[in-house]
T-cell receptor, first 116, second 112 residues
Framework: DAGVTQSPTHLIKTRGQQVTLRCSPK?????VSWYQQALGQGPQFIFQ???????QRGNFPDRFSGHQFPNYSSELNVNALLLGDSALYLC???????????????FGPGTRLLVL | KQEVTQIPAALSVPEGENLVLNCSFT??????LQWFRQDPGKGLTSLLL?????REQTSGRLNASLDKSSGRSTLYIAASQPGDSATYLC???????????FGKGTMLLVSP
């Protein structure tokens, strides 16, 4: 059973460019959340997708956008990259039940983005 | 706004020591609390999850406690090993549908 997978593993971009990161959730999961982890910091929530819609959003500008596909996979897009966008981007998947999320969110290995 | 603080930021111990990592949160209205492990440059591995109605959870040499009313949790690691070296992150969820709010982590180094 494959866990959460993310691609690419590493990415180097220059300021002003656009980037797309991809995530495939754990088999059976339908909810995908994205987090940004700057060096030496804890992960910060970007947004969450369920049923192909953005359900919750953290304190991130509109330059950060996403998408969820019918197969539950998801993309994170960042436009007009800034140096401060350099970070590890983590995807987490879970299963939404009637009473709430499944207990544990499973995290992928992350995509390391470097903006020069 | 929920804030999570972890103390100490870094910890270095010799192999075999028992140790305690601390986590505090400002809003006691949590759904659950999780402890994660993160190896350098890697993703997160869930270690223990404590529901708001629970007081503690145990897995092998790890024991996590939760005092929701005081906004505190501790992760106890018994008989530490060099393989325990990693960053340990504490995260809380405000509701069943909400997302995780993380602390900055405690970087642990266990030397042989």
């Amino acid at each position: 059973d494959a866990g959460v997978t993310q691609s690419p593993t590493h990415l180097i971009k220059t300021r002003g460019q656009q980037v797309t990161l991809r995530c495939s959730p754990k088999s059976g999961h339908d909810t995908v959340s994205w987090y940004q982890q700057a060096l030496g910091q804890g992960p910060q929530f970007i947004f969450q997708y369920y049923e192909e819609e953005e359900r919750q959003r953290g304190n991130f500008p509109d330059r950060f956008s996403g998408h969820q596909f019918p197969n539950y996979s998801s993309e994170l897009n960042v436009n007009a990259l800034l140096l401060g966008d350099s970070a590890l981007y983590l995807c987490a998947s879970s299963l939404r039940l009637a009473g709430g999320l499944k207990e544990t969110q499973y995290f992928g290995p992350g995509t390391r983005l470097l903006v020069l | 706004k929920q804030e999570v603080t972890q103390i100490p930021a870094a910890l270095s111990v010799p192999e075999g020591e028992n140790l305690v990592l601390n986590c505090s949160f400002t809003d006691s209205a949590i759904y659950n609390l999780q402890w994660f492990r993160q190896d350098p440059g890697k993703g997160l591995t869930s270690l223990l999850l404590i529901q708001s109605s629970q007081r503690e959870q145990t897995s092998g040499r790890l024991n996590a406690s939760l005092d929701k009313s005081s906004g505190r949790s501790t992760l106890y690691i018994a008989a530490s090993q060099p393989g325990d070296s990693a960053t340990y992150l504490c995260a809380v969820s405000g509701s069943g549908y909400s997302t995780l709010t993380f602390g900055k982590g405690t970087m642990l180094l266990v030397s042989p």
